[in-house]
C-alpha cells in the first residue's frame, strides 16, 4: 500500500476523522501534523520534522517509542497468536502476566480481570464493588453508592463520567449519569475552605471526607480516587499523607477503596505504584495506559481475595461476575505489558527516574517564579504549571483565551508536543526520557509560558 504525501494525508483527516476532545470546527480551519513515525522521545510528523512527546501520547508511553525488545516481542507474540478468547479458554499470555501484575501490585491484591482501557478498569471495578456488598448483605443491601472527588476524571462511559467530577466534561452528561457523594477535591492551591496551606487544606478535605461517610455509610459501597495525583482535573497534587488517611477512613465506615492508577500507574510518581508512596493497598485497583508502555490497549483490574471469594457460588446462585469485552486479555497485549515489565528490570527504570525527578523539582521552582505562574505540582515525573492572570489574586485566565492552549502552539515551534490542562501546562514525557531531553522539553517550556505571558 502506497502512502499518500502529507497534504492528502491532512485532507483525508480533516474529511473523515473526528478527533476526541476537539472542537472540529476549530480543527478543519487547522493543518494537523500527521505523525508516522516515533524514536525513543520522538514523535516525528509525515514531513520529517521532530517533535519531543512531552505527554508521553497522553500519558502512555514509558520506554519511548519504537523500543527494539518491545517490537521484537510484539512480533514473536503476531507469529503464535493474534488473539482467544478468555470466555471459555485461558491463554499464556494472560496467565502469566496476571501472575507478574499480583507479584508487583501492592500485597494483597490477587486477583486480574482484564478489559482495554482505563474507562472500562474503572466501571468493572464500580460493578464489583457494587456486587460485592450483594453478595455479603443480600440483594436489599443499602450499599449501592459511591463516593467520589470533586475534580475528579475516571475515563468517558457512563459510569466512569458518572464518579468523575469535572463539569466542564461531564455537564452535559448529567442527566444520563447515576448521582455520587462528592467530597471536596484536596487542592491546596485553591482550597474550597478558603484557607491556605496544604495542611489546612488536608485537614479540612479530610473532616469533610469523614463527615460524609459517617452520614452516608449505611449506604456507601465504595469510593473512588485517584491517589496521589489527580491528573485530567490539572495535575493537582493531593498533601502527604492523604492517601493512606483515605484508607483509614474506608476501613473505619465498611467502605471499598477502588484506586484509579490509570494514570499514576507503572512508575509515574517515582514509585511503581502510587499507593506504595503511602503503603497503602486498596481493594480495587484499576490501571492501564502505561500498563503496555502505551503500545497497545489493555487494561487490568486487580482485587484482593475477599473480593474474588464473595464472587465464588453454586452455578444457581448467579453469583457470577457477568461483564467482559471482546478483546479482555489479548495475548499481544499481554506480550507488550510483559516486555515492558521486563524493561523496568532490566533498565532499572525506577532507579534511573531519581535524577530526573530531582532536576525536575529544580525547573519547577524556577518556573514558579515567573509572574504568571500561579502554582506548580509534581508528583515524580509528572508535573503541572498553572497559570494564572494575576498572581496575587490567583485569578485565573479566563478559559476563552486558551492561554494553555497558546503556550503549546508556541512550544511547537521548539519542537515540542505537549497538551494542556484548561491553564495547566502537563509535563509527561516518557519515563525514558534522557536528562538533556528534559532540559530540552523544560527549556522550551519556560520559554513558551514567557513569550505568551509576558508580551
Ligand atoms: C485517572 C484516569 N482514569 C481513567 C482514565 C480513562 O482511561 P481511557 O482513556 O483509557 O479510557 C484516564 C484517562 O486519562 C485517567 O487519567
Given at each position: 500500500?502506497?502512502?499518500p504525501?502529507?497534504?492528502?494525508?491532512?485532507?483525508?483527516?480533516?474529511?473523515?476523522?473526528?478527533?476526541?476532545f476537539?472542537?472540529?470546527?476549530?480543527?478543519?480551519?487547522?493543518?494537523?501534523?500527521?505523525?508516522?513515525?516515533?524514536?525513543?522521545?520522538?514523535?516525528?510528523?509525515t514531513?520529517?520534522?521532530?517533535?519531543?512527546?512531552?505527554?508521553a501520547?497522553?500519558?502512555?508511553?514509558?520506554?519511548?517509542?519504537?523500543?527494539?525488545?518491545?517490537?521484537?516481542?510484539l512480533?514473536?507474540?503476531i507469529d503464535?497468536?493474534?488473539?482467544?478468547?478468555?470466555?471459555?479458554?485461558?491463554?499464556?499470555r494472560?496467565?502469566?502476566?496476571a501472575?507478574?501484575?499480583?507479584?508487583?501490585?501492592p500485597?494483597?491484591?490477587?486477583?486480574?480481570?482484564?478489559?482495554d482501557?482505563?474507562?472500562?478498569a474503572?466501571?468493572?471495578?464500580?460493578?464489583?464493588?457494587?456486587?460485592?456488598?450483594?453478595?455479603?448483605?443480600?440483594?436489599?443491601?443499602a450499599?449501592?453508592?459511591?463516593?467520589?472527588?470533586?475534580?475528579?476524571?475516571?475515563?468517558?462511559?457512563?459510569?466512569?463520567?458518572?464518579?468523575?467530577?469535572?463539569?466542564?466534561?461531564?455537564?452535559?452528561?448529567?442527566?444520563?449519569?447515576?448521582?455520587?457523594i462528592?467530597?471536596?477535591?484536596?487542592?491546596?492551591?485553591?482550597?474550597?475552605?478558603?484557607?491556605?496551606?496544604?495542611?489546612?487544606?488536608?485537614?479540612?478535605?479530610?473532616q469533610?471526607?469523614?463527615?460524609?461517610m459517617?452520614?452516608?455509610?449505611?449506604?456507601?459501597?465504595?469510593?473512588?480516587?485517584?491517589p496521589?495525583?489527580?491528573?485530567?482535573?490539572?495535575m493537582?497534587?493531593?498533601?502527604?499523607?492523604f492517601?493512606?488517611?483515605?484508607?483509614?477512613?474506608?476501613?473505619?465506615?465498611?467502605?471499598?477503596?477502588?484506586?484509579d492508577?490509570?494514570?499514576?500507574?507503572?512508575?509515574?510518581?517515582?514509585?511503581?505504584?502510587?499507593?506504595?508512596?503511602?503503603?497503602v493497598?486498596?481493594?480495587?485497583?484499576?490501571?492501564?495506559?502505561?500498563?503496555?508502555?502505551?503500545?497497545?490497549?489493555?487494561a487490568?483490574?486487580?482485587?484482593?481475595?475477599?473480593?474474588?471469594?464473595?464472587?465464588?457460588?453454586?452455578y444457581?446462585?448467579?453469583k457470577?461476575?457477568?461483564?467482559g469485552h471482546?478483546?479482555?486479555?489479548?495475548?499481544?497485549?499481554?506480550?507488550a505489558a510483559?516486555?515492558?515489565?521486563?524493561l523496568f528490570?532490566?533498565?532499572?527504570?525506577?532507579?534511573?527516574?531519581?535524577?530526573?525527578?530531582?532536576?525536575?523539582?529544580?525547573?519547577f521552582?524556577?518556573?514558579?517564579?515567573?509572574?504568571?505562574?500561579?502554582?506548580?505540582?509534581?508528583?515524580g515525573?509528572?508535573?503541572?504549571?498553572?497559570?494564572v492572570?494575576?498572581k496575587?489574586?490567583?485569578?485565573?485566565?479566563?478559559?476563552?483565551?486558551?492561554?494553555g492552549v497558546?503556550?503549546?502552539?508556541?512550544?511547537?515551534?521548539?519542537g515540542?508536543?505537549l497538551?494542556?490542562?484548561?491553564?495547566?501546562?502537563?509535563?509527561?514525557?516518557?519515563?525514558?526520557?534522557?536528562l538533556?531531553?528534559?532540559?530540552?522539553?523544560?527549556?522550551?517550556?519556560?520559554?513558551?509560558?514567557?513569550?505568551?505571558?509576558?508580551?
Open positions: 500500500m502506497t502512502t504525501d502529507s497534504k492528502t494525508l491532512r485532507e483525508y483527516d480533516r474529511t473523515y476523522v473526528w478527533h476526541p476537539t472542537q472540529m470546527r476549530d480543527w478543519e480551519a487547522e493543518d494537523p501534523i500527521v505523525i508516522e513515525r516515533g524514536e525513543g522521545s520522538y514523535l516525528i510528523d514531513d520529517g520534522n521532530r517533535y519531543l512527546d512531552g505527554v501520547s497522553i500519558w502512555t508511553n514509558v520506554h519511548g517509542h519504537c523500543r527494539a525488545e518491545i517490537n521484537e516481542a512480533k514473536q507474540q503464535r497468536l493474534e488473539h482467544s478468547t478468555l470466555l471459555g479458554l485461558a491463554s499464556d494472560s496467565a502469566i502476566l501472575k507478574r501484575l499480583v507479584e508487583i501490585a500485597p494483597g491484591l490477587r486477583k486480574v480481570f482484564y478489559s482501557n482505563g474507562s472500562t474503572v466501571e468493572i471495578a464500580i460493578k464489583m464493588a457494587f456486587q460485592y456488598h450483594r453478595h455479603k448483605q443480600g440483594s436489599a443491601t450499599k449501592t453508592k459511591f463516593i467520589t472527588f470533586r475534580n475528579a476524571y475516571h475515563g468517558d462511559t457512563i459510569g466512569a463520567v458518572s464518579v468523575g467530577g469535572i463539569d466542564l466534561f461531564h455537564g452535559v452528561f448529567r442527566p444520563l449519569l447515576f448521582p455520587t462528592q467530597a471536596p477535591s484536596p487542592y491546596c492551591y485553591r482550597c474550597e475552605s478558603g484557607g491556605t496551606g496544604d495542611e489546612n487544606c488536608k485537614r479540612f478535605c479530610l469533610e471526607l469523614e463527615r460524609l459517617e452520614t452516608h455509610r449505611e449506604e456507601t459501597a465504595g469510593l473512588v480516587i485517584e496521589v495525583m489527580q491528573c485530567a482535573g490539572g493537582v497534587l493531593q498533601p502527604p499523607g492517601v493512606k488517611k483515605v484508607r483509614e477512613l474506608c476501613d473505619r465506615h465498611g467502605i471499598l477503596m477502588i484506586a492508577e490509570v494514570a499514576v500507574g507503572f512508575g509515574r510518581t517515582g514509585s511503581l505504584f502510587a499507593c506504595e508512596r503511602e503503603g493497598t486498596p481493594d480495587l485497583m484499576a490501571l492501564s495506559k502505561g500498563l503496555t508502555a502505551g503500545y497497545l490497549p489493555l487490568a483490574t486487580l482485587a484482593t481475595q475477599e473480593i474474588y471469594d464473595a464472587f465464588l457460588g453454586e444457581h446462585e448467579l457470577t461476575f457477568f461483564h471482546t478483546f479482555t486479555g489479548n495475548p499481544i497485549a499481554c506480550a510483559l516486555a515492558s515489565l521486563d528490570e532490566q533498565d532499572r527504570l525506577l532507579e534511573t527516574l531519581v535524577p530526573k525527578i530531582t532536576y525536575l523539582e529544580k525547573r521552582r524556577t518556573l514558579a517564579q515567573l509572574d504568571h505562574v500561579g502554582n506548580t505540582r509534581q508528583a515525573m509528572i508535573g503541572g504549571i498553572e497559570l492572570l494575576d496575587e489574586t490567583k485569578t485565573p485566565y479566563p478559559w476563552e483565551e486558551r492561554v497558546r503556550v503549546c502552539s508556541e512550544a511547537r515551534q521548539h515540542l508536543f497538551r494542556p490542562l484548561g491553564n495547566v501546562i502537563v509535563v509527561f514525557p516518557p519515563l525514558s526520557v534522557s538533556e531531553e528534559l532540559g530540552y522539553l523544560m527549556d522550551g517550556i519556560e520559554e513558551s509560558i514567557r513569550k505568551v505571558t509576558e508580551q
